[in-house]
């Protein structure tokens, strides 16, 4: 005979995995007081606005920015493409700035 399901306790719980927004606004405060701010910060909002994981990240280059296609007068396009497998397919994603 099956033993009956164990409840499992709320402290026993997989922690959470995400930040909530009070928590990144403290993280990119922290980032302006670093040695170099405009990139930390400019960063943080990157990684945080399109959810991207720290390798991709540390993936971005100069060649994912595109100068001469532009949304606003001022402001590049950034193209990030997100190589993931499923099972033996490669798929491959844009963003952009909507």
Known sequence: ????????????????????????????????????????????????CHALQPIEVVALTWQHINFAEKFEPFLPTLTIYRNRRRGCIETIKSYTKQ
């Open 1 to 48: 005979m099956p033993s009956p399901p164990l409840k499992i306790h709320s402290i026993e719980r997989r922690p959470r995995e995400f930040l909530y927004p009070h928590e990144i606004t403290a993280l990119i405060q922290a980032a302006e007081q670093s040695r170099n701010p405009q990139r930390d910060s400019t960063l943080l909002m990157l990684t945080f």
